[in-house]
């Protein structure tokens, strides 16, 4: 049983979708949801000229089904503090951001700013996400504080920037700026990192595990402290895998390099990465 929202295509203009979330029609028959509001431009049109609105039931059980191509709808599932939000499409700017509860699953792609500053919840991607994902806004001075992002595949720049709690996950390539400035909590790339990471992080940790070298990934300003088998990460290999998102190697067993920093920071915080590759040399007989 859930209420479910169908996208009619009826504009291009860009519309805030920001009471698209579970507790919006939380009590509501088809004909009042239908009537709720929708900013459109710069005007307001009800939500019925633009999805088809289906309820089954007495719309209580806190589930909510977006269908269609939701790209420029933004905000979806913005705050939102309970129940499931399942969007069968691609997304707008800021899905599921400030979220306090829940889960939101996104059955496509989104642009910039989902889950940033999110307080709590699950939020799973099973596209790509654009950049800022789970980070602070421009002047704020914290990112996500609580809660789960999975994304199943790429991710933008400033991945986690000033992560305060919370764990991250991106299975495929992530862009500049992972984890900057980040004061405490996860974040796994499991693909390729453009540029350095955790420059200015405080604490937390960083698990690269795609890298075939730790340069350019890994700043100048971090200290490389050795290897070692890490195995309280199975703690986190388990909850990811709950999560749905499963590792690309048991990381509990693997050896990682380790480093320590940000140091002009104090240096409290970390990177894991894989070794690097060996290489095997050609020599010329003399």
Sequence with gaps: MATTLRWRAATDLPVDGSSLRPETFRGLASPDAARLPLRVGSTCVELGELFEVEIEGDGSDDRLVLEGDLANVSRIGLGMASGTLEVRGDAGYRFAAEMAGGLADLHGSCLDWAGAEMSGGLLRIRGDAGGGLGAAYPGSRRGMREGVIVVHGDAGDDVGMLLRRGLIAVRGAVGAGLGRGIIAGTIFACGAVAGPAGVGMKRGTLV???????????PATFAAAGGFAFPYLTLYERHLAGCGFE?????????????????????????LASPPRPVLKVVSPI
């Design 208 to 218: 690269l595990l795609g890298l075939d070298e730790p340069e350019p990934a890994v």
């Design 247 to 271: 590792l690309p190697t048991s990381v509990s067993a693997a050896r990682l390099d380790r480093y320590n920093g940000d140091l002009a920071g104090g240096g409290q915080g970390e990177i």
